[in-house]
């Protein structure tokens, strides 16, 4: 009976040792992993303005830059004529013009079909009306609009696209005009 008491103690310790290893390994991975994700999410959100993330947008021109016209990592706040755009005015009494920057959200759709990079997904972006960074007409059917509108914009991808789903091909874009920038 001794003997089995002994046993049944060993099995015990071991059993705690083993579980001290795994303990040893498993924590510092799982750190490990948590500061990576938040390193994830912390870019991610740093570069939700940034409608191209990194692959480029249907809505967007073959010239790689986001809609604002400016470097994704940039973090100044100012557009090309340096007023400050920090924050935008969802005054439904102004009206999109040429030149102005707004901030927008849209859902691009091919035969009622959504594409892969033709959604801001809620994020919203920054697109001074003129810069010509997006494509066909994008932008010149923005104005008139008004903070709080849904503009339905049509377009067709150019023939050299650069992506061979959607060269040539009629698009259709819900547009929601965010805000404008005063």
């Known amino acids: 009976m001794a003997q089995q008491r002994r046993a049944e103690e060993r099995r015990k310790k071991e059993l705690r040792r083993k579980i001290s290893k795994a303990i040893v390994i498993i924590v510092p991975a799982l750190a490990v992993i948590i500061l990576i994700a938040a390193i994830i999410i912390s870019e991610m959100s740093s570069s939700s303005g940034d409608s191209s993330?990194?692959?480029?947008?249907?809505?967007?021109?073959?010239?790689?830059?986001?809609?604002?016209?400016s470097d994704s990592s940039s973090?100044?706040?100012?557009?090309?004529?340096?007023?400050?755009?920090?924050?935008?005015?969802t005054d439904t009494s102004l009206t999109v013009e040429d030149g102005?920057?707004?901030?927008?959200?849209?859902?691009?759709?091919?035969?009622?079909?959504?594409f892969d990079?033709?959604?801001?997904?809620?994020?919203?972006?920054?697109?001074?009306?003129?810069?010509?960074?997006?494509?066909?007409?994008?932008?010149?059917?923005?104005?008139?609009?008004?903070?709080?509108?849904?503009?339905?914009?049509?377009v067709t991808f150019p023939d050299d696209y650069g992506n061979e789903e959607l060269n040539g091909k009629d698009a259709v874009f819900t547009v929601t005009i965010n805000g404008i920038y005063e």
């Open 53 to 69: 993330s990194g692959s480029g947008t249907a809505a967007e021109s073959t010239s790689g830059t986001d809609s604002s016209g």
């Open 75 to 89: 973090d100044d706040t100012s557009d090309a004529s340096g007023s400050d755009t920090s924050s935008y005015s």
């Open 100 to 114: 102005d920057t707004v901030n927008i959200d849209y859902v691009g759709t091919i035969d009622g079909v959504e």
């Open 117 to 154: 990079g033709g959604s801001t997904g809620g994020a919203g972006t920054d697109l001074v009306i003129g810069s010509g960074n997006y494509i066909d007409d994008f932008e010149d059917q923005l104005i008139g609009s008004h903070p709080g509108d849904t503009v339905e914009v049509n």
